[in-house]
């Protein structure tokens, strides 16, 4: 069982842009002092309440400068916003800073303020994502890649830098519905679930229909990651950790819901209004003790048979600095050694 940690960084009111976004590469360099094998970043945009990672890439190069070992990934990278061959340069770019660490974590998103703030049809997202995909995955593996799509084409252009990881770095593809967890496993990709948006009952049979079609399609599952991401707090006493996660989700739910008012509602945001701090407690997140962490977490990993778990340590962005160092701490040497 592997375990990364995951950002997405909201910054509220009565916090600046240049302390969260450097409490989080301080907290990513601990991570990797800690073990953990990833840090995943969120691509998002238009409400910092929300999320300050705009450009995830510039976070990881940034993160890639002072650790050693873990992996650097998106989770998601929007891929129908971008153009994909510059897309395609940024990812080996950072590849080639990490000494081959990057992971390209990727997938269509569902915020129509993303869509409306950049031009771009919705309606075309999934096309758009279907291409752009090949057209980065070519670009890596060819030296003249050549493509011809609807959107996007390439005249043979070789990118620079390449990327280290050969033939390109590992593609995680995210699926929050029933078809796009059976593309993903057609595809032949590593898939990301967000149980919390998709719901228990979405993740166990996207997950079914996402293994099925990976072998009706020859793909080697074995070569192939699950990754679930789990919202996490972990303290000395249960009254702690479930009061400072408390503060903290109930934050998260109600930026999701002022977004869902005002800009139309994404899968995300429509998902929230059903939401409460104590639903995502007991079906979702793994909070308490560290004991009780694990054993959540164990229940989980019976649930979905997962080979990662992307840990959610500040889901609101509320809880302090030191709250989140020491959450990781605890985790890291009193929950994954039970799980390696």
Same mark, same amino acid.
Not at 153 to 179: C, F, K, L, M, W
Not at 276 to 299: H, N
Not at 319 to 326: M, T
């Given at each position: 069982?592997?375990?990364g940690?995951f950002?997405?960084?909201?910054c509220?009111?009565?916090?600046?842009?240049?302390?969260?976004?450097k409490?989080?590469?301080?907290?990513?360099?601990?991570?990797d002092?800690?073990?953990?094998d990833?840090?995943?970043l969120?691509e998002?945009?238009?409400?910092?309440?929300f999320s300050?990672?705009?450009a995830?890439f510039?976070i990881?190069a940034?993160?890639?400068?002072?650790?050693k070992r873990?992996? /650097?990934?998106? @989770?998601?990278?929007?891929l129908? $916003?971008?153009? &994909?061959?510059?897309?395609?340069e =940024?990812? #080996?770019t950072?590849?080639?800073?990490?000494?081959?660490?990057?992971?390209?974590?990727?997938?269509?998103?569902?915020?129509?303020?993303?869509?409306?703030?950049?031009?771009?049809?919705?309606?075309?997202?999934?096309?758009?994502f279907i291409?752009?995909?090949?057209?980065?995955?070519?670009s890596?593996?060819q030296?003249d890649?050549?493509y011809?799509g609807?959107?996007?084409?390439?005249?043979?252009?070789?990118?620079?830098p390449?990327p280290?990881?050969?033939?390109?770095?590992p593609?995680y593809?995210?699926?929050?519905?029933?078809?796009t967890?059976? /593309?993903v496993? @057609?595809?032949?990709?590593s898939? $990301?679930?967000? &149980?919390?948006?998709?719901t228990? =009952?979405? #993740?166990l049979?996207?997950l079914?229909?996402?293994?099925?079609?990976?072998e009706?399609?020859?793909?080697?599952?074995?070569?192939?990651?699950?990754?679930?991401?789990?919202?996490?707090?972990?303290?000395?006493?249960?009254?702690e950790?479930?009061?400072?996660f408390?503060?903290?989700i109930?934050?998260?739910?109600?930026t999701?819901r002022m977004?869902?008012?005002?800009?139309?509602?994404s899968?995300?945001?429509?998902?929230a209004s059903?939401l409460?701090?104590?639903?995502?407690?007991?079906?979702?997140?793994?909070?308490?003790?560290?004991s009780?962490?694990s054993a959540?977490?164990?229940?989980?990993?019976?649930?979905y048979? &997962?080979?990662?778990?992307?840990c959610?340590f500040?889901?609101?962005?509320?809880?302090?600095?030191s709250?989140?160092?020491?959450s990781?701490?605890?985790?890291?040497?009193e929950?994954?050694?039970r799980?390696?």
């Amino acid at each position: 069982m592997e375990f990364g940690v995951f950002y997405q960084l909201p910054c509220s009111e009565d916090q600046t842009p240049v302390r969260r976004i450097k409490d989080t590469i301080v907290q990513c360099q601990l991570a990797d002092e800690l073990g953990f094998d990833a840090a995943w970043l969120a691509e998002l945009h238009f409400n910092p309440n929300f999320s300050l990672l705009s450009a995830p890439f510039m976070i990881g190069a940034a993160i890639a400068q002072i650790t050693k070992r873990i992996r /650097i990934g998106s @989770a998601i990278s929007l891929l129908p $916003l971008h153009q &994909p061959v510059r897309l395609a340069e =940024e990812v #080996a770019t950072l590849d080639v800073l990490s000494n081959g660490r990057a992971i390209f974590g990727v997938g269509r998103g569902s915020m129509p303020s993303h869509y409306q703030g950049y031009s771009i049809n919705q309606e075309e997202g999934r096309e758009r994502f279907i291409e752009g995909l090949e057209l980065v995955l070519g670009s890596w593996r060819q030296e003249d890649f050549k493509y011809q799509g609807k959107f996007y084409q390439s005249h043979g252009y070789r990118i620079t830098p390449r990327p280290i990881q050969q033939p390109h770095p590992p593609v995680y593809v995210a699926s929050n519905s029933e078809d796009t967890f059976g /593309i993903v496993g @057609a595809l032949g990709h590593s898939i $990301l679930v967000a &149980p919390t948006i998709v719901t228990t =009952e979405g #993740a166990l049979q996207g997950l079914e229909f996402y293994r099925a079609e990976l072998e009706a399609n020859g793909h080697d599952a074995s070569v192939l990651k699950v990754n679930v991401n789990v919202p996490i707090h972990v303290a000395r006493s249960e009254e702690e950790a479930v009061k400072g996660f408390e503060k903290t989700i109930d934050n998260y739910l109600e930026t999701l819901r002022m977004i869902g008012q005002a800009r139309g509602a994404s899968q995300g945001s429509s998902r929230a209004s059903s939401l409460t701090s104590k639903i995502v407690m007991d079906e979702f997140a793994a909070v308490g003790t560290p004991s009780q962490v694990s054993a959540k977490l164990e229940k989980l990993k019976k649930m979905y048979n &997962p080979d990662e778990f992307m840990c959610w340590f500040n889901i609101g962005g509320l809880l302090p600095h030191s709250a989140v160092q020491s959450s990781m701490q605890m985790f890291a040497q009193e929950v994954m050694p039970r799980f390696q």
